[in-house]
């Protein structure tokens, strides 16, 4: 590869918001067979909105709402975001907590007026001992509609099903048929529940989907689509999203996402446009075939 046509290359790309902060990483690109995608906040808008909120028992919903939503408060993840939004709405008044704790992947939990309140996905709830069977198959029809399905919990005891919807972003339907046209295969890897990423995926026309992998699994998700030597390209904005992306044979981070996913990744696309990923893999063809 000459250094001219790599200089081309990342120049176009800069001009389409694309930057390839290593000049091989556009040689390279060109051979992706597999993009693997980060769902919350790369697919979809990773602005969840509370959907669903049944009360198991003889709750008050708004009481309940203001205990969850109050332990939420310490948490930066979108999913608290959503719950806190809602109790805001609401107008409700939120409480302190002590002993807050977050389950990274799994939930949080923390003290409220001498209660613990706990809330997240059903693996977490199967640890602490919370027995779901009261809702049944709740949790497996709200997944199918797309929506990611939680638990709240009071003393371990099931107190409601709550459910969040992350709407995919607009171009990301798109970006997905550009890749299958120009050959690639795609897949989705996620913490949330299995029903959930299957719905999405079915949304967005996605071929493989590893859901309910806990941050550590990332990498391990990425090993498992490289079998058989397969070139995967990962797509992540998160924190956890960091081991992925290096793992990746070209790790590509979207730029408005934290300084750890953009530092472990050698593209970034200047906005949350995913328009940019089959057009950074053509940019990369081109400038190959150039320099033949
Ligand atoms: P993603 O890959 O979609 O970014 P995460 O690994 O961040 O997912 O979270 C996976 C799952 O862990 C969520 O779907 C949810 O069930 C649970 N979870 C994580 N953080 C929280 C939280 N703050 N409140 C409730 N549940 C949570
Ligand atoms: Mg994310």
Redesign the pocket.
Known sequence: ATPTSIMVGTGKGAEMGILFRRGDALQRLRNTQVVAF????TLTKGQPELTDLEVVGDWNENDLLTRIASV?QA?E????RA?VAAAEDRGLTLSGVTDFN???????VAHVDGQEIT???AG?MGELGVDLTAVGDTAERLGNQGR???YAAVDRRLAAVVAVADPLKETTVDAIRYLHEAGLRVAM?????TH?ANAIARQCGIDEVKAE???DGKVDAVKALQEGGRAVAFVGD?I?DAPALAQSDVGIAIGTGTDIAIESAEVVLMSGDLQNVPNAISLSRATIRNIK
């Open positions: 980060d769902k919350t906040g939420e948490s993840h979108p999913i608290a719950i977050t389950a990274t992947g799994k939930g949080v809330l997240g996905g977490y990611t399905p939680l890897i996620t913490g949330d529940n959930t992998v806990l941050p998160g956890n």
